[in-house]
Every structure is written in structure tokens, then in C-alpha cells.
């Protein structure tokens, strides 16, 4: 019989991207010698010429992270009142709109993507509606022609939560230039990332000055404060990590593709275990492998499928549960209720993300899926 021993050492969902502690080190050289450590330094501004042409857009800039990022998207383009999101995505896409005084209305998801389902996005528009907040969740894009036209239709913005998608490319054109905004966290845990850290990529020239300007507390001149901004910017330190990952993230994005790919033929034919293969035209960019357990016809639920995980040091998560909705801060919201998120609510029961990063072996990819496959 099957005599799975747990892996020595746990095996986390992710692991940061590092890059090698020499050339970390030669960068704090010259970041001493420059005696500038923050402040819209010489590597901050490599770093967003670099990104922006990495990225394909036409303006990028860097934050603090992808949090302060996403609320000075809502500040630079005026948003008021209500904005359509959805609920299964990471706490901060919800929590930028609250802090901005702006009311989340939550819109259910697309089975097939987890994203969110833009042909129930016009019943919640009302003359409170300002703008539109999807989330290219777990690096698959939405339907941004779809939710281009409405938005166009109702005079909405859209701003798209990024976070998961950097490097991802439709038909050869990036994520980051669709919408109005979009924004990229670029947190440890992310693919690519500066420490902490994000960026705003836009078409329009003048919205990057504006979020530049408030990133900075308003300061337009030495003695000239345009408006209330606040801190968000990047420092030298975290935009020298920046430049050198950008050299080695190409690299990351490739492993973890053929990772994916191996679990991908692993569990091909596992009754009750499915997920989504790549789709056509689209660059992806591997941030996660999600899986979806039927319990009825794999014999275990998803919970049970992470406990047992976990009794072999394996780190599995249940992104992203709970729905945003679910939280207590926003439960009772009108759009909160369950009626009104009916695939959001069965989705989030069944999904959960299995390690993924470019330091995990084949043979670690194997057992995982050798544990799946004989629940025990
Ligand atoms: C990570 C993440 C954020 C927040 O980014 P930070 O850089 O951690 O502030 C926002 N939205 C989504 C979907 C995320 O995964």
C-alpha cells in the first residue's frame, strides 16, 4: 500500500522570489554612496522606466504598496458613491473602496474564471454608481471588452485590481492598459515584487501626475501644497529588489508554468478535482494553482482536502475565504446577501490554491498530488 511520509519541512503556498544577496548588496553601495534612500530616488525612477516598458503601458507609478496604490486610483479619478466590485478577491480591493468613503457593491462571479460576471453588472448600476472595480483574480483576465462597453454605456470608470496579473498579455497587449487605472501589488508574495510595494499603470499622462503628486503629500513645489495627499511612496531600497527581480522574474514565470503544467497532468483525471487550462491569445502568468473539489464526486470536501494536506506539512489556502462579503464590516450590505451572490458563495466552498512557486521540485509537485490522489 501507499506509505506517504509528511514532507520533512512544511511546504508553504508561495515563497519570495530573492535575488542573489551580491548584487543586493552592491546595490546598497550605491544607494549609500548616493545618500538618498527615498523620495522619487535614481533607482525608483529606473525602476518605473523599466517596469513601464516590461509591462508594455504608457505610464506607470511606483507606491508604497498595492493598497495606497488603489486608493489614489479612486482619489485621481473622483470617484464618489457606489462602485461595483466583487466579493471573492483579497480584503484590501474591498477595503481601498471603504476607506475612501466610497459603499462596495458587491457583483457575483463568472463560474468558469472566478471573475467578475460583467452580464450581472448593469442591474447594479444606479444614478450613485461611479465606477467599476473587477479584479483579474488569480491572473485571469475579465472580460474587459464587456465591461468596457458598459462602463462606457453608463459614463463609469474602471479601475482593474491587477495584483495577480503582472506580465499577463492579452492578445499581445498588457493587462495594465485596460480601464482607466490599473493597479499592481508587488507584495513578498506576489510574483514579482519589491518587499512591499505597487504601481498604477495608465494611458493618460495627466492621471499619472495627478496619483504622482499624491503620493507625495500634495507637494507640487518647495513652498506650493496643492491638495491633502498623503505617503505612499516607493523607497530606493525596495526599487533596487525591484530592478533586480525584473531580471529574473521572466525566469520565475517560465518554472512555475512548468510546474503548473505537471500538476495540471497530475490530477487531469481525478474524479471531483477540476481547473482551468490557459486560455487562447492570453499570456499567463502562473501566480496560483487553484483546484475546485466536488465533494460528492471526489469522496472529500475542500476543507477536509486542507486538513489532510496539512497533516503531511503541506500549506494549502482557501482563497479566497471568506468572501469579502461575508466579512462583519460588510455583511450587511443590501448586496451582500447570498441571494445576490449565488456562484461567489458556492465557489468559495470548493476552491483552494495548492504551493506554487519556482523553488518547489518535481518530486515535491509529485507527492503533493500523490497525497490528493489517495486521500491518505
Ligand atoms: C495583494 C493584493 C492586494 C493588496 O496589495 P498590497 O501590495 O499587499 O497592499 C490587493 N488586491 C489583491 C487582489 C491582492 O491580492
Same mark, same amino acid.
Given at each position: 500500500m501507499h506509505n506517504i511520509k509528511p514532507f520533512p519541512q512544511p511546504v508553504y503556498i508561495t515563497q519570495p522570489l530573492l535575488p542573489d544577496i551580491d548584487d543586493v548588496k552592491n546595490m546598497l553601495s550605491t544607494i549609500w554612496q548616493s545618500k538618498q534612500l527615498t523620495n522619487n530616488g535614481r533607482m525608483a525612477i529606473q525602476l518605473e522606466k523599466e517596469l513601464a516598458g516590461f509591462l508594455k503601458v504608457n505610464h506607470l507609478s511606483l507606491f508604497s504598496n498595492g493598497t495606497v496604490a488603489l486608493q489614489l486610483a479612486f482619489r485621481v479619478l473622483g470617484l464618489t458613491g457606489e462602485v461595483i466590485t466583487t466579493p471573492f478577491t483579497f480584503a484590501a480591493t474591498t477595503h481601498a473602496l471603504v476607506l475612501n468613503n466610497l459603499e462596495p457593491v458587491f457583483c457575483d462571479i463568472e463560474e468558469d474564471t472566478f471573475n467578475i460576471n460583467p452580464d450581472k453588472i448593469e442591474a447594479l448600476i444606479t444614478p450613485e454608481t461611479t465606477a467599476i472595480l473587477p479584479v483579474h483574480v488569480f491572473g485571469t483576465p475579465c472580460k474587459m471588452d464587456k465591461i468596457q462597453r458598459i462602463a462606457e454605456k453608463h459614463g463609469l470608470k474602471v479601475v482593474y485590481d491587477a495584483a495577480h496579473a503582472f506580465g499577463v498579455e492579452v492578445t499581445g497587449r498588457s493587462i495594465g492598459s485596460f480601464g482607466d487605472i490599473s493597479m499592481f501589488s508587488f507584495h513578498a508574495t506576489k510574483i514579482y515584487h519589491t518587499i512591499e510595494g505597487g504601481a498604477l499603470t495608465f494611458n493618460d499622462r495627466h492621471l499619472k501626475e495627478r496619483a504622482d503628486s499624491l503620493r507625495n503629500f500634495g507637494i507640487k513645489s518647495e513652498e506650493f501644497v496643492a491638495e491633502p495627499g498623503t505617503n505612499g511612496k516607493m523607497n530606493e531600497l525596495q526599487a533596487a529588489v525591484g530592478i533586480l527581480l525584473l531580471q529574473i522574474v521572466g525566469d520565475e514565470i517560465k518554472r512555475r508554468k512548468e510546474i503548473t503544467g505537471l500538476y495540471r497532468e497530475l490530477l487531469k483525471e481525478i474524479p471531483g478535482i477540476s481547473f482551468y487550462g490557459d486560455m487562447d491569445g492570453v499570456t499567463h502568468n502562473y501566480p496560483y494553482f487553484v483546484i475546485r473539489v466536488n465533494k460528492d464526486y471526489f469522496g472529500m470536501s475542500r476543507n477536509e482536502l486542507y486538513t489532510l $494536506?496539512?497533516?503531511?506539512?503541506?500549506?494549502?489556502?482557501?482563497?479566497?475565504?471568506? $468572501?469579502?462579503?461575508?466579512?462583519?464590516?460588510?455583511?450587511?450590505? &443590501?448586496?451582500?446577501?447570498?441571494?445576490? @451572490?449565488?456562484?461567489?458563495?458556492?465557489?468559495?466552498?470548493?476552491? @483552494?490554491? $495548492? &504551493? $506554487?512557486?519556482?523553488? @518547489?521540485?518535481?518530486?515535491?509537485?509529485?507527492?503533493?498530488?500523490?497525497?490528493?490522489?489517495?486521500?491518505?
Open positions: $494536506l496539512k497533516g503531511y506539512n503541506i500549506f494549502s489556502r482557501k482563497y479566497f475565504y471568506p $468572501l469579502c462579503s461575508q466579512f462583519p464590516c460588510y455583511k450587511n450590505l &443590501p448586496s451582500a446577501s447570498k441571494d445576490n @451572490l449565488p456562484i461567489a458563495e458556492n465557489v468559495v466552498e470548493e476552491v @483552494l490554491s $495548492l &504551493p $506554487l512557486h519556482g523553488r @518547489l521540485t518535481n518530486e515535491e509537485v509529485e507527492k503533493i498530488c500523490e497525497i490528493i490522489i489517495y486521500k491518505m
